[in-house]
């Protein structure tokens, strides 16, 4: 490699594809370092689809012990074959989803069947063991899809009761579901560690990656190869405009104020727990227009605590008190002695931008056709520090009432959610005068006033 590459500090910082690629095939007396491995196979798809690498490495690593002498050539592989098998399985453990492509799978069957034939029956066994988790692993991911797009198809089937803020007092609000901030953070915890399990590593990388040919052809495994991501930023909206609705939704001053106060309690929680993703949905959802302008409602809520989480949150210097908090619930997390200790949930969509401007940030291919390796370091550290925050069990006692609520009661849409907040502090100004009327006469709505009984459900 080192005619190939380039090292500083014996890291190595460029090299062409093929010596990258090299690299990665174990032989007899060579096995890649696991950062290595990691690193090149979660950035390789920007150069080259997982399938196009997955058959150079099976074909290299056989191609290499040939020696002419068919006796020589089986003890040969047979020595290098148990390698071979451990690749595999840090690539199936790693990136799992990468198998989902059936060329992957009958790749991998290829190299079983190899295996076998070479009477290695020390590498079979692992072998059969990898292929069976990785099957597990798949399947799980299949229900944890439909589960998803079960639970969004019940949260969109919008009931008239949403429609009208009279109807509100049939609709049960967040506090009749769980009414402690502390059980309600916990819950919330929950569905962000459950949803952060199932993105894969590479579906940050996955983003930029170059678009394969053969992408268009039907088959059940061409999922958009970024979908974990996307269900959880996902989530991520709905929780604000959960929060938003729930304050909308009453009739009563005092009643949007207890929610608020609430909401605040809840975020703080949160914030306890390291779960800043719930933290920074629920402080969005409190900071939208329809929310933010309830002027008589937040005369009656005591803002000290929200005003040191917005701090905590603040977009300004790239949010570096929030980065500050991070760092910190890292360490704590670190040398954790629970598992409650461990948790860190970061904010998302921050972590995915940090990731983009890397990539954009940096050239991936050097002018001497060499790969910046550097980059892919750079790239594989702050991946793998989302790895072992997504490895976190939740510690909290599941409570499924209160899940269900929070995943599935239907939402406010923007339109709907100023609509509500008019009707419950009417607009101050001609522009709030203006985009009532809007709203309403563009219809977008089947908007129910409050004196139409009809939705009594």
Not at 152 to 177: C, T
Not at 241 to 262: D, G, N, S, W
Not at 349 to 371: M, R, V
Request: glycine letters at 4%; aromatic letters at 10%; charged letters at 25%.
């Amino acid at each position: 490699i080192s005619q190939a590459g380039i090292f500083l500090n014996s890291n190595l910082v460029s090299a062409s594809l093929e010596a990258l690629i090299q690299h990665l095939v174990p032989t007899v007396d060579y096995y890649p370092d696991r950062s290595y491995v990691f690193t090149f196979l979660l950035s390789s798809r920007l150069f080259l689809h997982p399938y196009e690498l997955m058959t150079r490495v099976c074909h290299l690593c056989v191609e290499q012990q040939r020696s002419g002498d068919a006796l020589l050539d089986k003890i040969r592989f047979r020595e290098v074959a148990p390698k071979l098998v451990q690749l595999l399985t840090e690539w199936t453990e790693t990136f799992p989803y990468d198998f989902r492509d059936e060329r992957m799978m009958r790749c991998l069957k290829d190299m079983t069947h190899h295996v076998a034939r070479g009477e290695e029956v020390s590498a079979q066994r692992p072998m059969q063991q990898m292929t069976q988790r990785l099957i597990k692993r798949l399947s799980a991911l299949g229900q944890y899809e439909e589960a998803v797009s079960a639970l969004n198809a019940v949260a969109m089937e919008r009931p008239a009761s949403l429609k009208s803020k009279q109807a509100s007092g049939q609709r049960s609000d967040v506090m009749s579901a769980c009414d402690d901030p502390f059980v309600l953070a916990q819950q919330l915890t929950h569905i962000e560690l459950d949803r952060l399990s199932f993105i894969g590593p590479e579906e940050f990388i996955q983003t930029f990656a170059r678009k394969d040919p053969l992408e268009n052809h039907k088959g059940f495994f061409r999922k958009r190869k970024t979908s974990n991501l996307e269900a959880y930023v996902n989530w991520f909206n709905r929780l604000s405009y959960l929060v938003a609705t729930e304050i909308c939704m009453p009739v009563k001053k005092k009643h949007r104020a207890r929610i608020i106060e609430f909401f605040i309690d809840v975020a703080q929680e949160c914030f306890n727990i390291g779960n800043f993703n719930s933290l920074m949905a629920i402080i969005t959802g409190m900071n939208m227009s329809p929310v933010a302008r309830l002027r008589k409602t937040w005369s009656k809520v005591n803002t000290d605590k929200f005003e040191i989480l917005e701090h905590q949150m603040d977009p300004s210097s790239n949010f570096s008190n929030y980065r500050t908090a991070l760092r910190g619930a890292t360490q704590r997390s670190e040398t954790a002695h629970s598992s409650q200790e461990k948790i860190v949930i970061p904010f998302f969509s921050l972590l995915i931008k940090d990731i983009y401007f890397l990539n954009e940030g940096c050239a991936s291919s050097l002018t001497n056709g060499h790969i910046n390796f550097e980059k892919l370091w750079e790239l594989a550290k702050q991946v793998s520090e989302f790895l072992v925050w997504r490895q976190v069990i939740c510690p909290f006692d599941r409570d499924r009432r209160i899940l269900q609520y929070l995943v599935t009661t239907p939402v406010f849409s923007e339109d709907e959610l100023h609509l509500a907040s008019y009707e419950s502090e009417g607009p101050e100004n001609n522009m709030e005068k203006d985009s009532r009327s809007s709203i309403l006469s563009h219809g977008h709505i089947s908007y129910i006033p409050l004196e139409d009984n009809r939705w009594n459900i």
